[in-house]
T-cell receptor
Framework: EPEVTQTPSHQVTQMGQEVILRCVPI?????FYWYRQILGQKVEFLVS????????KSEIFDDQFSVERPDGSNFTLKIRSTKLEDSAMYFC?????????????FGPGTRLTVL | DQQVKQNSPSLSVQEGRISILNCDYT??????FLWYKKYPAEGPTFLIS???IKDKNEDGRFTVFLNKSAKHLSLHIVPSQPGDSAVYFC??????????WGAGTKLIIKP
């Protein structure tokens, strides 16, 4: 069964460093998402991506964040200069085209720890 | 206001009995609701959804009920099984098609 994969499973970085979180969505999916969950808090929408551009982003997704689909398979989230408060689980999700009500499939997440 | 609330952080239910997980929302414009299940070290997995034009949707052991006037939905699992032990998230799709999540309820099924 196809699944969304994410690497690494755990990323530790120093404050101020750049990190890139990687996702491989399901191959025939067209819509891609990043969410984050700070420990003990709700899952929060960050950004959605379609047709090689951002379609929606939340107020969390400021200039420190960027997303890219560098090739036909990867979908990346870059944080340019990490802050302590960026420590969270980051989930990638994808869905096929068609109805917006089609299910989003989630990856296992990357735990980001900023020291 | 786009809040989705799950007021019970945890729930413990005997195996074989019914589990009822509750969710409230504040935005009457939400028209599509979803339940996700999450095991430790895994991403959320879609469980069941309901459109605001319905008041009930059933899939096997899982039934979601929607009470629009009360802005309340619930997930019923019957009979509960040990494999149902997980964190359950309620979510709503907003007008920008973003998922707005509740805080989750940890369900523990006791043998």
């Amino acid at each position: 069964e196809p699944e969304v994969t994410q690497t690494p499973s755990h990323q530790v970085t120093q404050m101020g460093q750049e990190v890139i979180l990687r996702c491989v969505p399901i191959s025939n999916h067209l819509y891609f998402y990043w969410y984050r969950q700070i420990l003990g808090q709700k899952v929060e929408f960050l950004v959605s991506f379609y047709n090689n551009e951002i379609s929606e982003k939340s107020e969390i997704f400021d200039d420190q964040f960027s997303v890219e689909r560098p090739d036909g398979s990867n979908f990346t989230l870059k944080i340019r200069s990490t802050k302590l408060e960026d420590s969270a689980m980051y989930f990638c999700a994808s869905r096929r085209g068609g109805s917006v009500y089609n299910e989003q499939f989630f990856g296992p997440g990357t735990r980001l720890t900023v020291l | 206001d786009q809040q989705v609330k799950q007021n019970s952080p945890s729930l413990s239910v005997q195996e074989g009995r019914i589990s009822i997980l509750n969710c409230d929302y504040t935005n009457s414009m939400f028209d599509y609701f979803l339940w996700y299940k999450k095991y430790p070290a895994e991403g959320p997995t879609f469980l069941i959804s309901i459109s605001s034009i319905k008041d009930k949707n059933e899939d096997g052991r899982f039934t979601v009920f929607l009470n629009k006037s009360a802005k309340h939905l619930s997930l019923h699992i019957v009979p509960s099984q040990p494999g149902d032990s997980a964190v359950y998230f309620c979510a709503a799709l907003n007008s920008n098609y973003q998922l707005i999540w509740g805080a989750g309820t940890k369900l523990i099924i006791k043998p």
